[in-house]
């Protein structure tokens, strides 16, 4: 089992930045290194989005937030962060972290095992 908790979520004026953190908590004895990380964001009225994602093959980004937008990990504290700069107000939204088992970074959302709650991102312009 795994259970993730985001943090870093905010109201931020257009142009910031906010760090965002998914602390997981593993139960299952396998390396968290090993699992593939994902952030996504959701609107209302819409589908979960794909954000970025790290893994063993390294890192991806959708193209709204690539030079923006950088996705790291730090795996003895089983943390994966998402560096928010220069902040848009279409980036407002709610933020989920996802852990994939499978290897391969994926952009779909069905092909995430675990989710976090979310945490709100505002972005005023």
Do not use: H
Not at 22 to 29: D, H, I, K, P, R
Not at 41 to 56: A, D, H, M, N, W
Not at 62 to 78: E, L, Q
Not at 96 to 122: E, H, K, L, M, P
Request: hydrophobic content about 30%.
């Amino acid at each position: 089992q795994v259970q993730l908790v985001e943090s870093g979520g905010g109201l931020v004026q257009a142009g910031g930045s906010l760090r965002l953190s998914c602390a997981a908590s593993l139960t299952n004895g396998r390396s968290f290194g090993t699992y593939t990380m994902g952030w996504f964001r959701q609107t209302p009225g819409k589908e979960r989005e794909f954000v970025s994602g790290i893994g063993l093959s390294g890192t991806r980004y959708v193209d709204s937030v690539k030079g923006r937008f950088t996705i790291s990990r730090d795996n003895a504290k089983k943390t994966v962060f998402l560096q928010m700069n220069s902040l848009k107000p279409e980036d407002t939204a709610i933020y989920f972290c996802a852990v994939r088992s499978s290897v391969g970074i994926s952009t779909t959302s069905n092909s995430y095992d675990y989710w976090g709650q979310g945490t709100q991102v505002t972005v005023s312009s």
